[in-house]
């Protein structure tokens, strides 16, 4: 059964010269499979166009999918490299996300995960990046 939930993904991009932090609360679904947790939600971007946004989130991996004003299809596992092509209005990346770190935690009608990486853009190593997603469910009050 989908619950409706309040979805917030932090992510820090760890650079030369400074870290670029972003975070995203959002209003969602959730929804569970077994050991798999399924999430869906938008976001607008600075011109209101909007990016539909799932993650898959399972203790081995994380795939995120992003259609709209950004439109890309991220998976990571816990380990490995993977490649995503990332389209933007601007062009077209390709990335290259080697995965050091996934943890999830469930506890008190929440759920956390925590995702460590290396971020290759084009070939070129861009940055280390951490990605925390935590899942609260809405209750009523």
């Given at each position: 059964?989908?619950?409706?939930?309040?979805?917030?993904?932090?992510?820090?991009?760890?650079?030369?010269?400074?870290?670029?932090?972003?975070?995203?609360?959002?209003?969602?679904?959730?929804?569970?499979?077994?050991?798999t947790?399924?999430?869906?939600?938008?976001?607008?971007?600075?011109?209101?166009?909007?990016?539909?946004?799932?993650?898959?989130?399972?203790?081995?991996?994380?795939?995120?999918?992003?259609?709209?004003?950004?439109?890309?299809?991220?998976?990571?596992?816990?380990?490995?490299?993977?490649?995503?092509?990332?389209?933007?209005?601007?062009?077209?990346?390709?990335?290259?996300?080697?995965?050091?770190?996934?943890?999830v935690?469930?506890?008190?009608?929440?759920?956390?995960?925590?995702?460590?990486?290396?971020?290759?853009v084009?070939?070129?190593?861009?940055?280390?990046?951490?990605?925390?997603?935590?899942?609260?469910?809405?209750?009523?009050?």
């Open positions: 059964m989908k619950k409706n939930v309040v979805i917030t993904v932090r992510g820090l991009q760890h650079q030369a010269e400074d870290d670029e932090p972003v975070e995203v609360i959002s209003a969602g679904t959730y929804l569970r499979k077994d050991d947790h399924y999430l869906s939600y938008e976001e607008a971007d600075e011109d209101g166009k909007i990016t539909k946004n799932r993650i898959k989130i399972t203790p081995e991996s994380i795939e995120m999918t992003k259609q709209g004003g950004i439109t890309t299809q991220m998976l990571f596992v816990r380990g490995q490299k993977q490649y995503a092509c990332y389209a933007t209005p601007f062009g077209d990346l390709t990335l290259g996300m080697t995965t050091k770190h996934i943890k935690t469930e506890e008190n009608m929440q759920i956390s995960a925590a995702l460590r990486y290396d971020l290759e084009n070939g070129t190593h861009m940055s280390e990046c951490e990605l925390d997603i935590e899942v609260k469910e809405c209750v009523a009050g």
